[in-house]
């Protein structure tokens, strides 16, 4: 059975910093891409940054301020969020594409989500 977990979260203040980790546990064949998302009521959930086994995306709206990382043989990424704003406000969740037998069906994978709240 395949786990995605999340750490971090939680409320930080305008120009801080704020780290999420994302981890991926139990048994698979591979992890393809893995995401962080976040998602504020009423709107659709949006990709901030994203990382496959080679190379990293970060959208525009978190370029220069979010970073994000990824640990191969860990099955893990990392988001670093800087100089963080209210708007960053949202509930952030981590998704893995994992391939479970070999490389001919992958299934997406969700963790519960974390809060992360900007504000003095």
């Known amino acids: 059975q395949v786990q995605v977990v999340e750490l971090g979260g939680g409320l930080v203040q305008p120009g801080g910093s704020q780290m999420l980790s994302c981890a991926v546990s139990?048994?698979?064949?591979?992890?393809?891409?893995m995401a962080w998302y976040r998602q504020t009521p009423g709107k659709q959930r949006v990709m901030a940054a994203m990382?496959?086994?080679?190379?990293?995306y970060v959208a525009d709206f978190a370029k220069d301020r979010f970073t994000i990382s990824r640990d191969n043989e860990k099955h893990t990424i990392l988001l670093t969020m800087n100089n963080l704003k209210p708007e960053d406000t949202a509930v952030y969740s981590c998704?893995?594409?994992?391939?479970?037998?070999?490389?001919?069906?992958?299934?997406?994978?969700w963790g519960q989500g974390t809060q992360v709240t900007v504000s003095q």
């Open positions: 998704k893995a594409v994992v391939w479970l037998t070999d490389r001919t069906a992958a299934r997406n994978y």
């Open positions: 990382a496959t086994e080679r190379d990293t």
């Open positions: 139990g048994s698979f064949f591979s992890i393809g891409e």
